[in-house]
């Protein structure tokens, strides 16, 4: 893959938890599937509660295996 494949999670409101996940796009957004998170129109919004872009946090990349799998704490030590 040379595309970006990085996922991103929603940090809006704190209970919304939607991930952005370049392998599928975003259907309401009407996003394709293939788009790299920082290929979205600057005007995106999660669909789940309508914060904008700059209030996701980047997840790295994964497989995308449909598992929740998704660690937090993955911080670079001191
Ligand atoms: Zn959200």
Redesign the pocket.
């Known amino acids: 893959m040379s595309e970006n494949q990085e996922k991103f999670q ?4 704190g209970t ?3 991930i952005y996940d370049p392998d599928r796009g975003d259907k309401k957004g009407k996003i394709p599937k293939g788009t790299a998170f920082e290929n979205l129109p600057a005007d995106w919004k ?6 904008s872009k700059d ?1 996701f946090k980047c997840l790295g990349t994964r497989s995308a295996s449909g598992k929740n799998g998704i660690r937090e704490g993955e911080e670079k030590g001191s």
Do not use: F, K, S, T
């Open positions: 929603c940090q809006g409101a919304c938890g939607y999660c669909p789940g509660r309508g914060v209030r």
